[in-house]
């Protein structure tokens, strides 16, 4: 099984900002925030969304939000749609 690792800076978000979740083959990472204050109101929000692999286990998709701010996601493949097969050794043929 092999792993592919894709990292998000998100240092200037608190991790109760963000949301992340799978809609089929679909990834989201998304944020949202509102502040009101007596004279203004400012609502901030990104979106990031990208198809999984066909080879990506979907029920073992992770993240992980390391100390530095960055967002890892993980995304392990099955390993039953890898181009991996075995290869035969067969004796060389008689001149």
């Not at 099984?1 to 991790?15: E, N, W």
């Not at 066909?54 to 099955?78: F, I, M, R």
Request: aromatic share 6%.
């Amino acid at each position: 099984m092999t792993r592919r690792s894709s990292p998000f800076d998100v240092s200037h978000f608190k991790s109760e900002q963000l949301k992340v979740h799978i809609d089929g083959r679909d990834l989201t990472i998304e944020r949202h925030q509102e502040v009101k204050t007596a004279h203004e109101y400012i609502k901030k929000a990104f979106t990031h969304k990208w198809a999984l692999p066909e080879e990506c286990d979907l029920d073992a998709v992770h993240t992980e939000l390391e100390n530095g701010g960055h967002l890892s996601v993980e995304t392990p493949k099955t390993g039953h749609l890898t181009n991996r097969r075995l290869l035969p050794i067969l004796p060389a043929k008689k001149k």
